[in-house]
């Protein structure tokens, strides 16, 4: 059966001075509907609430006579109300948010919107936020960090944002960087230190600091691309089956809409540098100028062997090969000066941009080279950051053939909304993927 | 509603504006005995913290950038910069919005006024290390308009710079000044003057008359010289 309505097991919400609260089962106002968002290029999960409410909805606490009003002017509705809710849907295990111990198993309201208004009622939405995201606005960081990048984030998860270990999840980084907060909120530092940061068991550097419902995810592209898809394959067929004909839970697999946002951009790609590089280096120190040109052409690049993928790896344009021979070797100039012995009294580079620098470009520009957005069932299991497997169908007379061999295959869940309502409840997906086919290149 | 994160010095052009941190904090490098070149550690308006937070040994160098006329040390020619502890120097981030990579492009002078403290962020003396005040120009450590106090020759202390009395009364000279006090030398002024001037000029003529003689001889042995060739 797809396309369920949810069903909130919890709904409250707490006004901002912590001293009134409402909820769906005792007060009179009712939810219209939700949106809960996860995005990998968001380091915290955000939502909107719309809720229509009467004008007996929430007691005053300032009013001595204890009479109702509506929510907006009675609980008061505002911003730095928390709001408690569990969600159950047909498929995944559902959105729980609703934790009276943990502060970060809840969201808060961050702005209040009057849609409309009438005499007995109105309807108001909320936009949520989780507690990681309006912490981050409250905290500078100024301290000196040292050794792994990959610790450092860790320090700056629990210390500044509060996170607690077992909401963490970090992918260990090969490489160390002195560095120093420079007053940046936490969010900016994390992100600076997201390209430069090496994963352990490859060369790949290019890392992702996201929230999902789980927790927080410090993770490299490179163990995202490896991890193992969903538990099912999601289908896209023009057939049309009731769920009691197909008597499996066929139907809630199905993609119910595809659209193709982006498929590949040569110019774009060839200017972004994902074929040829230069990069250009001073060091300080020795007075130096270093010019490194790598091309997909000497095996370098998304060509490295150690360069994992989602489908089969890209082939080079030939016409871009020829280009090559006739010696067209960058597309693409970055430059840096290096920072050498950061505070310290030597002479060491400080975490050099050579090893990060023309490759996490290639990463991250390959990686957003394809972009699906595809709607199916609520499945509150799905989280951004995870590998869907799709077969769409081929435009072929011979279905028996398979599943189109070049769309189909795995792609990552870049950014979801899970949108329930009483009737029904969907998930729209945003799915990125390097390159094409069924079968992927891993590296392990 | 404007963002309230612009109202800060060089957010967007990547500009800092900071203090030279103590010399004891880098103490190897300033001396030339660890790292390279010219480097400072700064603590910078807006990044560092003004309390005890982080360590001075934590901040990062910020390395030198030299004036045109200085000298890279090429042909032997180079300037070391005048910087010092408490000083405050202007400067960008080599790597933009990262800021872990400062260079000194400036620095501003101390103005008089200006007071000590043991604050990350007060001003400090100038004189530390091997670093120590002239014997001429004492503690100055200022630099403005007016120019720096320097020496002049002053009467020594033991004449209390009285007029030498005894001298005047030898020489015959009054006491206290009197117009008139010098006698008029005896005779015509003028005419002494243009008597000595005329014998002068008449040893000029004697002169010229000798060196027209040389002259001569020259020539003449010049042209014997010719002959022969």
């Given at each position: 059966?797809?396309?369920?309505?949810?069903?909130?097991?919890?709904?409250k919400i707490r006004s901002a001075d912590g001293k009134n609260e409402v909820d769906i089962y005792s007060a009179q106002f009712r939810v219209g509907n939700i949106y809960f968002y996860e995005n990998i290029l968001s380091p915290f999960i955000t939502g909107v609430v719309t809720i229509i409410s009467t004008s007996a909805a929430a007691e005053s606490q300032d009013d001595t006579q204890g009479r109702l009003g509506s929510l907006h002017t009675a609980l008061p509705l505002e911003a730095g109300c928390e709001v408690f809710m569990k969600i159950k849907d047909h498929i995944g295990k559902g959105i729980n948010l609703s934790s009276e111990r943990d502060t970060y198993k809840r969201m808060y309201v961050n702005e209040v919107q009057v849609i409309d208004k009438k005499s007995t009622s109105e309807i108001i939405q909320l936009r949520l936020i989780s507690k990681i995201a309006w912490r981050n606005n409250t905290e500078r960081i100024t301290k000196h960090f040292r050794g792994r990048i990959t610790e450092s984030v860790k320090k700056i998860l629990k210390s500044n944002l509060g996170l607690a270990g077992s909401r963490i999840k970090v992918d260990d980084s090969s490489n160390s960087y002195s560095f120093m907060g420079m007053t940046k909120r936490p969010f900016d530092l994390i992100a600076m230190l997201a390209k430069q940061t090496i994963p352990k068991n490859t060369a790949n550097p290019g890392y992702f600091a996201f929230e999902t419902k789980s927790g927080f995810n410090y993770v490299s592209a490179d163990s995202i691309i490896n991890a193992k898809p969903y538990k099912k394959s999601y289908h896209y067929d023009g057939k049309v089956q009731a769920s009691s004909q197909t008597k499996n839970d066929d139907n809630d697999y199905k993609i119910t809409s595809l659209v193709v946002n982006k498929d590949q951009n040569l110019t774009k790609q060839i200017r972004s540098g994902v074929y040829a590089n230069k990069t250009i280096f001073f060091n300080p120190a020795s007075y130096q100028f270093t010019e490194i040109d790598i091309t997909v052409a000497d095996d370098k690049l998304y060509k490295d062997p150690k360069f994992s993928t989602l489908g089969k790896q890209p082939d080079v344009p030939s016409i871009l090969t020829d280009n090559f021979k006739v010696g067209k070797n960058f597309h693409r100039v970055q430059t840096a000066v290096l920072n050498i012995g950061g505070e310290k009294e030597n002479i060491d580079p400080n975490n050099?941009?050579?090893?990060?620098?023309?490759?996490?470009t290639t990463r991250?520009?390959?990686?957003?080279?394809?972009?699906?957005?595809?709607?199916i069932p609520c499945n509150t299991d799905l989280e951004a950051g995870d590998v869907i497997r799709l077969e769409i169908e081929d435009i072929t007379d011979k279905k028996e053939q398979g599943p189109d061999q070049k769309s189909s295959g795995n792609y990552i869940i870049q950014s979801l909304c899970h949108y329930f309502e009483a009737e029904k409840s969907v998930t729209s997906l945003t799915l990125i993927r390097d390159s094409y086919g069924l079968h992927f290149s891993k590296n392990t | 509603?404007?963002?309230?994160?612009?109202?800060?010095?060089?957010l967007n052009t990547h500009r800092w504006i900071g203090?030279?941190?103590p010399y004891n904090s880098q103490q190897n490098q300033t001396n030339g005995d660890a790292g390279f070149g010219f480097r400072y550690r700064v603590a910078i308006m807006g990044y560092h913290p003004l309390d005890s937070l982080i360590k001075d040994e934590e901040i990062v160098f910020a390395i030198v950038a030299l004036g045109v006329s200085d000298g890279t040390g090429a042909a032997n020619r180079q300037r070391t910069p005048r910087i010092a502890q408490g000083d405050v120097v202007m400067g960008i981030f080599l790597d933009g919005d990262r800021r872990q990579n400062p260079v000194i492009m400036n620095v501003l002078g101390r103005t008089e006024g200006i007071k000590y403290g043991k604050g990350r962020f007060q001003p400090k003396t100038g004189f530390v290390g091997s670093t120590q005040p002239a014997d001429l120009f004492d503690r100055q450590e200022s630099s403005e308009s007016h120019g720096i106090c320097s020496p002049r020759a002053i009467t020594p202390s033991a004449t209390e710079n009285k007029p030498n009395i005894a001298g005047l009364l030898k020489s015959g000279l009054p006491e206290i000044p009197t117009l008139g006090a010098i006698p008029t030398p005896p005779g015509n002024i003028s005419s002494l003057v243009s008597d000595q001037l005329g014998g002068a000029l008449g040893n000029v003529g004697d002169l010229?008359?000798?060196?027209?003689?040389?002259?001569?001889?020259?020539?003449?042995?010049?042209?014997q010289a010719l002959d022969m060739f």
């Open positions: 059966m797809s396309g369920q309505g949810a069903k909130y097991e919890v709904f050099s941009p050579e090893f990060y620098y023309a490759a996490g991250y520009n390959l990686l957003f080279s394809q972009s699906y957005a595809i709607t | 509603m404007a963002n309230p994160d612009l109202d800060f010095y060089g203090i030279i941190l010229t008359g000798g060196l027209d003689d040389a002259i001569g001889a020259t020539q003449e042995q010049l042209n």
